[in-house]
């Protein structure tokens, strides 16, 4: 029906991609922010994890006995067991201020460690002093080179790698060491302590039954699968700090704004051409082939809206992979996303459907 | 086919409690196969009124109206339409053409919502663009065409679905006089081809003496003027409907 007007028809479509871009984009943030959240624990490739009771995410880790990796083995189903130290310290940067930085400690299979190293390699963590930083906080750390040299807790570390794509959404970068390194570090650890037992199972069916039979052999620990760690982790900020809920009031802002200027667009282009339909009905039209008229019509500007929205996504999420605030998202968020964005385009011109009919034949002959 | 449109005892009230404003008292008419009727009175006399109502597109506060002897059922909406589809055209002040459509697909899309044949869609095309000098324009938007152009169309397209009753509402009022002439000759023309009923409304007396029949309206009331051949364009006799002499 607005086919005819080339260059209308390109300012609806390119609206309606922006305001999709704009509600993907909000959403991807949170998404993101999401993955951010757990990504350590989702990466570590294990299938449970055991903490001191009340942990609410792995930032927050305290002291276990390091004895709990032993006793875990022991338990029937258990293929490998390693552990995990979370300490907060202070890093001195070379321009003389102090930032605080989360010194994740690591045991000799490196799980919990970084995923992708951009410089040196990931064993280094277990060189006296050495610790691995992402490129992401270079700056924050004022690192410049590998080999560099600088202090932790007063005493001195080497840059011994980079990682990539380690982000934290607290401003504390994360420092990758050995768990031996860390309890030099880290005050509040005696040095017969770890933070978390990483487990992985003999059999990936029986995640569950194992863990429920670690948390029997064990006392004062709780143990939970990778998923329900990540879970608590994100619920943890999420839902629990000031942060977290800025993020969720800013995409679901930023959702709403988008799907409600997706449907405004199709409810006054619809408005625009209000006489034509009331000429349309005067001449004999029935109501339902100006229905299918306008739902084809807003089909057609929705779909090619969402579509090229889609497309800006898509690249941004590649543009931003690698900065600290990535756009990301899931074939489920997507696919969510595009439905309720599709509701609301339809929504849109069916209320202009109802203000169409409402009108009276009559007044076109006025 | 006689009597193909018929009033009786057409009443139409706008408003309501005290503000009630009574626009047709009383309304009888009958129009037979290919008459052409013109209708007059001053501005707020009720012609739009009327011709709504003709039109199926308006329901009378009270009284009947019978499209080719069967009574028109204004409660019910789709039947309303299927009238309008099936039986009537309009030709409104401004051409009203779709601005996103040629003037041939103009003419089509309301031969296809008229349930006809796509062979014959075409072939009626053809023969009223020929009629009405259209050809040249058929591929052509309504917004290149001048107003005359336009309602030239809007005739085309009034008629394209081969309507018992074509309604017409000041088809002129936005042309000039020679342009508007015209407008309404070839109109009375292709009317008569079609042997449907025509009832134009206009402001402009000089149109008058084209019609068969001249009905003024004025206080919510009907007469017609008699047109006598001998008299044309000077004199007329007038007859009030309500009274009809010899009852
Ligand atoms: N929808 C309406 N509601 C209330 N009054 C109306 C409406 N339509 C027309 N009228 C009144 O009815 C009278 C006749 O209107 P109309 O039929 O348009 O006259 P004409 O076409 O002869 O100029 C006018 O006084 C007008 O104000
Ligand atoms: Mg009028």
């Known amino acids: 029906m607005l086919l005819y007007n080339r260059s209308r028809f390109a300012m609806t479509i390119l609206g309606i991609s922006l305001a999709y ?64 130290l979370v300490g907060w310290v202070n890093w001195q940067h070379p321009e003389g201020k102090r930032i605080t930085v989360e010194v994740i400690g690591l045991d000799n299979g490196n799980a919990g460690g970084p995923w992708r190293m951009s410089e040196g390699d990931i064993s280094a963590v277990h060189l006296p002093e050495t610790v691995i930083v992402d490129e992401l906080s270079r700056q924050a750390l004022g690192i410049i080179e590998l080999g560099q040299e600088t202090e932790m807790e007063g005493k001195r570390v080497i840059i011994g790698g980079f990682s990539q794509g380690v982000r934290t959404f607290t401003a504390a970068p994360f420092v990758f060491t050995s768990i031996e390194n860390a309890l030099d570090y880290v005050p509040y650890y005696r040095d017969d302590e770890i933070s978390f037992v990483l487990v992985n199972c003999e059999n990936a069916a029986e995640v569950k039954s194992v863990r429920d039979r670690i948390a029997m052999e064990i006392n004062d620990v709780e143990v939970l699968t990778t998923e329900e760690f990540a879970d608590r982790s994100v619920k943890y900020w999420m839902l629990e700090t000031g942060v977290g809920i800025t993020v969720i009031i800013t995409a679901s802002l930023g959702l709403l704004v988008g799907v409600v200027i997706m449907s405004q667009t199709l409810f006054s282009i619809t408005q625009d051409h209000i006489n034509n339909y009331a000429t349309l009905l005067a001449l004999g039209f029935h109501q339902k082939s100006l229905r299918s008229i306008i739902l084809t019509q807003s089909l057609i500007l929705g779909g090619g809206g969402i579509t090229i929205g889609s497309l800006l996504f898509v690249i941004s999420c590649q543009l931003t992979a690698l900065s600290p605030i990535p756009l990301e998202t899931t074939p489920l968020v997507s696919t969510c996303l595009t439905l309720f964005s599709m509701l609301f385009c339809v929504a849109g011109s069916w209320f202009s459907i109802r203000a169409v009919f409402k009108l009276d034949p009559v007044s076109v002959f006025h | 086919m006689k009597n193909v449109l018929v009033c009786r005892g057409i009443t139409k009230s706008y408003g309501s409690g005290n503000l009630v404003e009574q626009v047709l008292k009383r309304v009888d008419l009958e129009f037979s196969q290919g008459e052409a009727s013109v209708l007059v009175g001053p501005s707020g006399s009720g012609k739009t009124t009327l011709l709504s109502i003709l039109g199926c597109l308006l329901e009378p506060s009270s009284g009947e109206l019978l499209v080719e002897n069967s009574a028109v059922n204004f409660s019910d909406k789709s039947s309303l339409t299927e009238v309008r589809r099936q039986k009537l055209g309009f030709i409104f002040q401004q051409a009203q053409l779709l601005p996103f459509l040629t003037i041939d697909d103009n003419l089509s899309v309301v031969g296809r919502n008229a349930g006809m044949e796509q062979t014959d869609i075409d072939q009626r095309v053809n023969k009223l663009l020929d009629r009405l000098q259209l050809q040249p324009l058929r591929h052509k938007y309504p917004t290149q065409l001048s107003g005359g152009q336009r309602q030239r169309v809007a005739i085309a397209r009034a008629l394209l679905h081969r309507p018992s009753i074509v309604l017409a509402d000041e088809p002129t009022a936005a042309l000039d006089w020679n342009t508007g002439k015209t407008v309404v000759e070839l109109l009375l023309e292709q009317a008569r081809i079609e042997n449907a009923v025509l009832v134009v409304v206009t402001h402009d007396t000089r149109m008058l003496p084209l019609f068969d029949r001249i009905l003024s309206i004025a206080d919510g009331l009907l007469v017609e003027r008699q047109q006598t051949a001998a008299t044309e364009n000077t004199f007329y006799t007038e007859t009030n409907l309500d009274h009809p002499p010899g009852l």
Do not use: C
Not at chain 1, 32 to 37: M, Q, R, S
């Open chain 1, 21 to 84: 871009f704009l509600a993907a984009a909000q959403v991807g943030l949170l998404v993101g922010w999401i993955h951010t959240n757990s990504a350590i624990i989702n990466h570590a490739g294990v299938d449970i994890w055991v903490m001191s009771k009340g942990t609410r995410t792995l930032d927050y880790g305290t002291a276990i006995p390091r004895q709990r990796i032993q006793q875990t083995l022991s338990v029937p189903g258990v293929k490998w067991a390693e552990g995990m």
